[in-house]
């Protein structure tokens, strides 16, 4: 018999249909794209293809380990529960803290998110969410007064010009890019633009393709403002009704990026370029910005979002078909962590702590006894707590942060200080879990039940289809144990991800009055079967949107005290370290195609290698040439925090004196070529996202 439901890498979601092999042990007898779902309508991409192969069996965790030893659940989960009380009696509740993922699902992070928020007393509670999309969040709610994304895929193949900028979506987002190129080729008029310091798949499709100097994004949306308003495109009237701010946003852009001229010097692209962009944009009302971790892992990658919503604002070209500011998330549920607060500047629902009157509200809903009072600390934070001795008790779940988080050696210095640090993970080795003093066996996709969000606000069901292996359990029974060994059992006494649904639902709604964009309250009494039944819906989802709500802003009204949109002057910033004697060469970071975040599920399947073996720095011939450095030979990258080694690739698709390297090799797959552990701790001071696309490094042949 078959079955739906949601692939677990990247942030397009799209529905995946399996039929469970006769002996539900032996996984699925076939897996195909879900024709029904409106994300991929059936197509898959190599990854999702081959999900059948990453199921994990190998160095499964299969018992709760305590100091090495197998343990009982009740042993495992009762010893976390006491060693959390006894360090929140010593030292307060801020020296616990959760460290979660965009791979768990929402239900996972709601009850994770109400233990430390509602009755440890703690907001520590962050996510490897805070390297994909921190900044787009904080970017959509200066502007909109919520972390509303407008637009959905539909728009992306109905816009008659798509801008996309820091994204290679073709890697990344394989199947959106599909729709993309499909559209195009179906309307050879449409335009595709791509801004982007290398030269990616993506620009195979692309009728300019803007190779800016990095970092200097925000330059070219200043100018696009400013030509707006000097080609008269400008909405008058949409500005007066609907936004504040013009004026001085205007002048702003007018003094950074006064002319093509200046901006072709800033950006490092030729002036007939930047006016061929600007006619463009000036003459399509249908116009799309696409973006991503290109413009997100900045120092001021906020400002960069801000900067590119502006132009939207200003001309009016938001919450009508095929326009729009659209941040595209790089994780399957990036987004479903933001709904229910999990991160640790929210609170819970899209309420901050700074909402009026919210942690009153949150406390009566969870009739909670400890709540927190104000922001926890982000990621970069948080483990520079832990090696200062702040944080005491750090659980870690489904992700490894020895690889991804910037500077992997403070990291480790961090878990090495730690007092208890405990992982959940369906793995027992990873770069990880050599650092846990507690583990607890979790369940992979395809065990694992419950629901994600897209990066078009669309919620669909990740179902748990095969039987559990050994004694692994789901993320959000392990925290309901240690809730109720610590005394809370009536709070976290759920016997199903349908009863935290539907609790996650109520509270989206609870005396909102549409106050707040996050609201799904229609599904607060949603019966079981339907829970179980439930089809793909994009929120808010209510009594007047019961079928939810495909775009967003349609009427012109914003989530602000007056319901008007922000625009937020930008002044052009430069990345934190510019490249100099020392380290004359700056370093890019990213994804390649057929493999996923630290490669602990692709990295299974021999067929996702085919495509990229091993991993590589990508370094410009002329620099080759000038240190000597033969294609495929061995170089080694050092910077001020860390070395790899990794093999040549001599191209021409990454600037002089610009080197890429992929993000996904571990300690596991290649020694030493863990390309993290070159990236300093540099984060943009209002989202706390690392400037992971933007380091300094030497490299040397080996
Ligand atoms: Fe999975 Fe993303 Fe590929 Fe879709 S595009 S199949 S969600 S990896």
Avoid at 134 to 146: E, H, N, P, Q
Avoid at 187 to 208: E, H, N, Q, S
Avoid at 310 to 318: P, V, W
Avoid at 655 to 680: D, G
Wanted: charge should be negative; aromatic fraction near 8%.
């Amino acid at each position: 018999m078959s079955a739906l439901t949601t692939c677990p890498y990247c942030g397009v979601g799209c529905g995946v249909k399996v039929s469970v092999a006769e002996q539900p042990e032996n996984g699925f007898s076939s897996l195909t794209g879900d024709d029904s779902h409106p994300a991929n309508f059936g197509r898959l991409c190599v990854k999702g293809s081959n999900l059948k192969d990453t199921l994990v069996h190998e160095d499964r965790l299969l018992t709760p380990r305590v100091d090495g030893q197998d343990v009982s659940w009740q042993e495992a989960t009762d010893y976390i529960a006491e060693r959390i009380q006894r360090v929140v009696e010593q030292h307060g509740p801020d020296a616990f803290a959760f460290y979660l993922s965009g791979q768990i699902l929402t239900e996972d992070y709601y009850v994770a998110n109400k233990l430390a928020k509602g009755f440890i007393g703690t907001a520590n509670v962050d996510t490897n969410s805070r390297l994909c999309m921190a900044s787009a969040v904080v970017g959509y709610k200066r502007a909109f007064g919520s972390d509303t994304v407008p637009c959905n895929y539909e728009d992306l193949e109905k816009c008659d010009l798509l801008i996309m900028v820091g994204s290679n979506a073709a890697w990344t987002h394989p199947i959106l890019f599909q729709r993309i190129a499909a559209a195009k080729a179906k309307r050879p008029k449409m335009k595709v633009v791509v801004i982007d310091p290398r030269k990616t798949a993506t620009c195979d499709i692309a009728d300019l393709h803007l190779a800016i100097r990095p970092g200097s994004d925000a330059a070219i949306f200043n100018f696009l403002l400013a030509e707006s308003e000097r080609r008269f495109v400008t909405n008058g009237e949409y500005i007066k009704q609907h936004t504040n701010g013009f004026d001085a946003t205007l002048a702003s852009a007018q003094r950074s990026a006064p002319n093509a001229k200046t901006v072709s010097v800033h950006c490092g692209v030729s002036e007939e370029d930047l006016e061929r962009l600007a006619t463009w944009w000036a003459t399509t009302d249908k116009t799309v910005s696409f973006y991503s971790q290109g413009v997100n892992q900045s120092s001021s990658g906020v400002d960069k979002c801000n900067a590119i919503i502006n132009c939207h604002l200003a001309t009016g070209r938001i919450g009508q078909e095929g326009m729009g500011p659209f941040s595209i998330t790089g994780q399957p549920n990036a987004m479903g962590g933001r709904e229910v607060g999990g991160l640790a500047n929210q609170l819970a629902a899209h309420m901050d702590f700074a909402t009026p009157n919210a942690i009153e509200l949150v406390q009566r809903f969870w009739q909670a006894p400890n709540m927190a009072q104000e922001n926890g600390l982000k990621a970069i934070d948080m483990f520079q707590a832990v090696e200062q001795g702040k944080i005491k008790v750090l659980w870690i779940m489904s992700t490894n942060p020895m690889v991804s988080l910037p500077d992997t050696e403070q990291v480790r210095r961090a878990l090495e200080k730690c007092e208890l640090v405990i992982v959940s993970d369906c793995k027992q080795s990873t770069d990880t879990t050599a650092y846990a003093d507690v583990l607890l066996p979790a369940l992979p996709w395809s065990e694992k039940d419950g629901t994600v969000t897209n990066s078009e606000r669309r919620i669909s069901r990740q179902r748990g289809l095969l039987p559990a292996r050994g004694e692994a359990k789901a993320d959000w029974w392990a925290i309901c144990q240690v809730a109720g060994a610590m005394g809370y059992q009536s709070a976290f006494s759920y016997r199903s991800v349908h009863d935290i649904f539907r609790e996650h639902a109520a509270l989206s709604g609870f005396e909102n009055h549409g106050k707040r964009d996050f609201d799904i309250s229609l599904f607060s009494n949603i019966s079981e079967q339907a829970y179980q039944d439930l089809l793909p819906i994009q929120w808010p989802v209510t009594k007047e949107s019961p079928n939810g709500t495909a775009r967003m802003f349609t009427d012109g009204r914003f989530f602000t005290a007056d319901r008007k949109a922000n625009f937020i002057p930008i002044d052009v910033k430069e990345p934190q370290i510019a490249p100099d004697e020392d380290w004359p060469f700056v370093l890019n970071t990213g994804r390649v195609r057929d493999q996923w975040h630290t490669m602990t599920r692709t990295g299974d399947a021999a067929i996702l290698s085919r495509h990229i073996d091993q991993p590589y720095v990508e370094i410009h011939p002329q620099d080759a040439a000038a240190l000597s450095i033969a294609d495929h030979q061995l170089v080694r990258l050092t910077s001020l925090y860390g070395e790899a080694v990794l093999r040549a690739k001599l191209s021409d698709q990454v600037l002089p004196k610009n080197v890429f390297v992929p993000i996904h090799w571990t300690r596991q797959f290649a020694s030493q070529s863990v390309v993290s552990s070159l990236i300093p701790q540099i984060v943009d001071a209002l989202s706390g996202q690392p400037e992971s696309k933007h380091a300094v490094v030497n490299l040397q042949p080996v």
